[in-house]
């Protein structure tokens, strides 16, 4: 049977390979020696306080990274790490303070020389801009220069990408068509946006927004000088307004800066730019980026995501002092979707709180180090809005289930058997797909049987982003992660839980909460530039959402962040949802 | 492989005994029986098959062991890990008395009980699409043999289309456009029944291609022209003359085609287009250890080790199963 050979051989083939990957990996566990010189600033050293500060110039600062930024073009870019990243060769009006913690929340002057003076209406704001600003080939940066970059949002159909929050507050209708269809001279039609002179800028808003500086400082609100626009190629090469410049970029791989020579430090009291040149290396295999940066072939991870499981337990057993457990702004949750029954009923949802044991959970993720602490509040910590209200006893009884009271909730719900639903969870996420599977396993004692569908998390706004599609699936929980846009309820909150924000398409509202009394809360906070006021409404709505079960937020997050022993300079930025506030890093060479 | 394969024990019965030294009757053997007596004798073949059936028994009585040596495969134990690092805590993957296997990371389950239960769906899906491959392939492979001409044209060519089909690619595509509700089967259910198929579907060329090859040979033999000689049909030629003497190549073949299948379903556990989580699969247990295998390498030892061990029994047996029915053998 001479056909029958090649199979057989390809089966043995096959066996053998297993055998040798079991093999090498038997061999492949033995830890580094620990030479004991480890040279580190000490275990979260970085989260409340400046390491190794200094003034000394010069050297490479080198990032790696898994995700390469989504854009350069301070119009179009929607990441966290690529916002804190840009301030290297783009400037704002306002942006967040250079300081650790949660210290950085403070909007303090970058182009203007401060934050603005506010009308008595809370509709107009005005900025002076500070002498001595420029382009990095040595013109002058002025007032219009910022007025065209903002307005670049409105250029929907090339500009893609970027958040929308300063459109929509100067001009919800959209009426402006963007600068490339405008027919004025200067391209500078807008009129929400007034130049004056060449150092004021005003901004007039149809309806006051009490976060509307948070928008100006997002890198939406950054300058872009007309003559070097060059439209959706931008992103290739930024014209630079701070102390970097880009001098080679080949997305998806690398990218350089190098120092811009025509920026002066006198015209900017933010940026120190201690190193000569920064280097970004872009590469796919997590595990090996963690290996290099504690090799110190890199000093910092981009992305700062945190380090994988296997790279955080070689760090902490063998490189304790060089890392930080840093306290990010995201909450990880699950969704329960009110329009799949029986999560419609309050008392099904109020189940699924019992029934959670939230310990489980924190564990998976990798515990109260790792994975961060147990949630309580629909806001997380650094969010006026959190409280420490607690109606289902979850922080009192440390986070264990209770299925008697999970049980009592089933059978006011009409369910006194249970039911079953699917949730989802996405493979990209490190250990979701795990956590999921916990809950599965949690719910299944309180007789809540739930089915994991694993999705593909570059696809979820077309999958739990689509109430159709949740639909069809017959999806009753999503479970994923939120992080703030800006630190503010409105910035936190508004497109989970805002029944107006519930889209066909890329909708972030999962619960399909459709609360009138939420909707009217956030009009009252966002409406009010008085920030006390505004704390106490959304500990309103954190009240109300609470007690309906609608949304359950399960592990305010935490990750384990290589802090290379090189770097100055570091500390962790609240603002910028903990990572390190990479325009003040420096290298001791 | 020149008579038929017909239990042909009674018609040689003893006539008088040769005289011989020894005394030592001489028996006619049915080919049965001499494949049985060889097969005894290769000590190698008869271990992967105590083995094979071990396995098969090992499925078959999975909530039995569990119950007795372990716990139910999908309770999570978390008590069992090292709260900083999420290992389990202890030596070797946290095997102890309790936990043979030790628990898994993060989750702390009982590795020992996953790979029982892993073994079922492992073991399910393997030989079910061996049956596939086998039914279709034997029809499709007999007729295009038997028939020649068009028939075989055309057979030979969809096998060759399927042959160069990239299978692997297809099934992961497959399962995941494909409904949670399929046949009136939900969750895991589907999701074996797609790989029975699809695996099987994939298989049977391999098998056709041999059924056709024999055919070809087997069809000109002088009882096959004395059973059409004397009137028979072509479905009695072809299941009662032909099939009987097709037996041992695909006996032969659908043992090696089974390990096949063991790794072809473990490859798509593996990357994700195998069983739901939390169902235990043996390819899925190995993706789950890639996450942290230089600090618990033993969460992949074991799944490992047992794919390794069930492929080669399977082929040890199917080895020897081939060497034990060829007449041409030397043994």
């Known amino acids: 049977m001479p056909t029958g050979f090649p199979k057989r051989r390809l089966a043995a083939g096959a066996a053998l390979v297993v055998a040798a990957l079991v093999s090498t990996t038997a061999c492949g566990g033995g830890d580094d020696d620990n030479d004991g010189k480890d040279k580190g600033a000490g275990y979260n050293a970085a989260l409340n306080k400046v390491v190794n500060a200094s003034a000394k110039k010069g050297g490479t600062l080198r990032f790696v990274g898994k995700q390469d930024f989504d854009s350069l073009d301070p119009q179009r870019t929607y990441y966290g790490m690529t916002w804190d990243f840009m301030r290297f060769f783009t400037r704002t009006l306002v942006t967040y303070d250079t300081k650790p ?21 809370g509709k107009t704001y005005t900025y002076k801009l500070r002498d001595g600003l420029t382009w990095e080939d040595g013109s002058k ?59 004021t800028i005003v901004f007039k808003l149809p309806k006051p927004n009490g976060d509307f500086e948070q928008f100006l400082a997002m890198p939406t609100g950054a300058p872009v000088k007309a003559d070097k626009d060059t439209g959706a190629k931008y992103t290739q090469h930024p014209f630079s307004s701070g102390p970097y410049k880009v001098k080679s970029y080949n997305a998806g791989k690398s990218l350089a800066l190098v120092r811009n020579t025509a920026w002066k430090k006198a015209s900017d009291p933010i940026r120190p730019a201690l190193p000569d040149q920064i280097t970004v290396t872009i590469s796919a295999n997590l595990e090996e980026n963690d290996k290099k940066l504690m090799e110190g072939d890199y000093d910092v991870d981009v992305n700062g995501t945190g380090m994988t499981q296997s790279g955080r337990i070689t760090a902490v057993q063998d490189h304790r002092a060089d890392v930080d457990n840093i306290q990010t702004s995201f909450v990880r949750y699950v969704a329960l979707v009110h329009a799949a029954k029986p999560l419609d009923n309050v008392h099904c949802r109020k189940a699924v709180f019992y029934a959670t044991d939230f310990a489980g959970l924190q564990q998976t993720r990798g515990g109260a180090i790792a994975g961060g602490d147990i949630a309580n509040s629909v806001f997380p910590k650094s969010i006026p809005g959190y409280s420490d209200y607690d109606p289902y006893g979850i922080l009192a009884r440390k986070g264990k289930a209770d299925i008697a009271k999970a049980k009592d909730e089933l059978k006011q719900c009409g369910k006194p058997g249970g039911f079953s639903t ?63 846009d800006f630190p503010t309820g409105q910035g936190y909150a508004q497109p989970l839980f805002d029944s107006r924000f519930i889209f066909d398409n890329g909708n972030y509202n999962e619960s399909q909460i459709k609360d009138k009394k939420i909707d009217g809360i956030f009009d009252d906070a966002i ?6 006021k505004a704390k106490s409404l959304y500990e309103q709505m954190n009240k109300q959402l609470i007690d309906n079960a609608d949304w359950m937020p399960f592990i305010y997050e935490k990750n384990i962040s290589w802090r290379g022993p090189r770097l100055t300079n570091v500390y962790s930025s609240a603002a910028y949802n903990g990572r390190y506030d990479y325009v003040s890093l420096g290298v001791a060479k | 492989m020149t008579a038929p394969l017909h239990d042909t024990t009674a ?58 040596l ?20 202890g030596s070797w993957g946290g095997v102890s008395g309790d936990y043979l296997f030790g628990v898994e990371p993060n989750k702390g389950r009982d590795v020992f009980s996953r790979i029982v239960y892993g073994a079922r ?13 086998v039914v279709l392939g034997t029809l499709f492979g007999i007729m295009a043999g038997y028939f020649g001409g068009w028939v075989d044209s055309l057979i030979s060519r969809v096998m060759d289309v399927l042959l160069s089909f990239p299978q692997l690619l297809f099934i992961i595509s497959l399962v995941s456009v494909l409904p949670d509700d399929l046949l009136g089967l939900t969750g895991t259910g589907v999701r074996v029944a797609v790989l029975v198929l699809v695996i099987g579907f994939f298989g049977w060329p391999y098998v056709g291609r041999i059924v056709r090859g024999q055919t070809l040979s087997l ?46 379903e473990a490859a798509l556990s593996f990357l994700g287009a195998g069983v739901r989580p939390p169902t235990a699969s043996w390819g899925g247990m190995l993706r789950d250890a890639l996450q942290t295998y230089e600090h618990d390498p033993m969460f992949m030892v074991f799944p490992g080790a047992t794919i390794f061990i069930t492929v080669l029994a399977f082929n040890l047996f199917g080895d020897g199963l081939r060497d034990a029915l060829d007449p041409k053998g030397t043994r």
């Open chain 2, 11 to 68: 018609d040689a019965a003893p006539t008088a005994p040769p005289e011989t030294g020894g005394g030592r009757k001489i028996e006619g053997r049915s080919l049965k029986q001499i494949a049985w007596h060889r097969l005894k004798q290769d000590k190698v073949a008869l271990a992967g098959g105590v083995t094979v059936l071990l396995l098969v028994l090992v499925a078959v009585f999975a909530p039995l062991i569990v119950s007795l």
């Open chain 1, 527 to 532: 409406a009010t530039t008085d920030k006390a």
């Open chain 2, 70 to 89: 372990g716990h139910p495969p999908n309770d999570f134990h978390q008590e069992k890990l090292d709260p900083l690092t999420n290992l389990p805590q």
């Open chain 1, 422 to 484: 699917k949730i989802t969870a996405r493979t990209n996420n490190p250990s979701e797909v795990d956590t999921a599977e916990a809950l599965q396993a949690q719910l299944a004692k309180a007789g809540i049987k739930i089915e994991v569908d694993s999705i593909d998390g570059a696809q979820s706004s077309s999958i739990t982003g689509s109430p159709k599609v949740v639909k069809e699936r017959g999806y009753g929980m999503t479970m994923s992660g939120w992080g703030p």
């Open chain 2, 121 to 133: 769906i492992s073991l399910l899906v393997a030989f079910l699409a061996a049956v596939v491959a």
């Open chain 2, 219 to 264: 069809r000109e033999r002088e009882y096959v022209e004395a059973a059409r000689s004397l009137g028979g049909g072509s479905r009695y030629i072809l299941f009662k003359e032909l099939l009987p003497n097709l037996v041992a190549p695909i006996l032969v073949y659908a043992t090696l085609m089974i390990p096949t299948n063991i790794l072809t």
């Open chain 1, 101 to 121: 913690g949660a210290a950085s929340n403070k909007l303090v002057g970058d182009l203007a020389t401060g934050p603005a003076q506010v009308s008595a209406d």
């Open chain 1, 141 to 199: 940066l002025t007032s219009k220069d910022i007025k065209y970059g903002i307005e670049r949002i409105w250029a929907t159909d090339v500009i893609t990408g970027g958040p929308a929050y300063i459109k929509q507050t100067l001009d919800p209708k959209g009426e402006y068509k963007g600068p490339y269809k405008d027919k004025s001279k200067d391209k500078l039609g807008l009129k929400a946006i007034q130049t004056p002179d060449d150092q």
